[in-house]
């Protein structure tokens, strides 16, 4: 039989699960969670990076963060995870799907500008198998629309769209540590904040909605 997928370990992982246990904390942001939050910052020189419990929980809150409402309408690729369209379907809006290109299974660009109505709130594309989607050209339809833009970028860490990293491009980059991932912490993910306006509600967010 041929594995789906064989998650990546390195041999020191159960080293740290006991350092998290003998430090006595296991949950929110121990040492280890600000260590990976600090090492995303790093890498990716976003404003804030916070772990969450998978990629859908970051989709979750980017659409929240967004101030995504009932009838508002978001655009993203046809071909995606449901977890893509669920976070804002959640807030009640109407999801507009746009057609893949053959070539990278990534949104086609030169059909975004078409699929914008005066309803339109955020455009979520989809960085495919790591493969960056076209990121200037959706920037620059986002900026002329007054569109906010949430990279779904799960299967992505690591990978650039012309040497910056994917899922530092729009508001939001939603990261997956799933154990089908590059990198796996079983069930995991990150949402990665690029305007630093939006921290201080992330963090609160995730907090269940308190500020301690």
């Known amino acids: 039989m041929i594995s789906f997928n064989i998650p990546p370990c390195i041999g020191i992982e ?31 020189s976003c404003a804030k ?24 309408e978001v655009i993203m690729p046809s071909y995606t995870f449901v977890s893509t369209a669920d976070a804002f379907v959640m807030r009640g ?3 507009v799907f746009v057609d893949i290109r053959p070539d990278t299974m990534n949104i086609d660009e030169t059909l975004i500008e078409s699929a914008i ?9 989809v960085h495919y198998a ?7 050209a959706i920037m620059d339809i986002a900026s ?10 799960a299967q992505g860490i690591m990978s650039t769209y012309k040497g910056k ?6 508001a939001f980059g939603c990261l997956s540590f799933h154990e089908t991932k590059n990198y796996s912490m079983g069930e995991g993910g990150a949402l990665l904040i690029n ?10 967010i995730r907090e269940k909605g308190t500020d301690r």
């Open 93 to 95: 809006a109407k999801i």
């Open 14 to 44: 159960k080293d740290y699960i006991i350092q998290a246990i003998n430090s006595k904390k296991i949950c929110g942001d121990g040492q280890f969670t600000k260590k990976c939050n600090a090492w995303l910052e790093n890498k990716t």
């Open 144 to 153: 002329r629309h007054n569109l906010l833009v949430v990279e779904d970028d």
């Open 117 to 125: 109505t005066s309803k339109t709130k955020a455009i979520v594309p």
């Open 49 to 72: 990076a916070l772990l969450t419990t998978s990629c859908t929980h970051a989709l979750e809150m980017a659409a929240i963060l967004a101030d995504i409402k009932p009838r508002d």
């Open 130 to 136: 790591g493969v960056g989607c076209e990121m200037d």
């Open 165 to 170: 990293p994917l899922g530092t491009f729009g």
């Open 195 to 204: 305007d630093a306006n939006y921290i201080e509600s992330a963090e609160i």
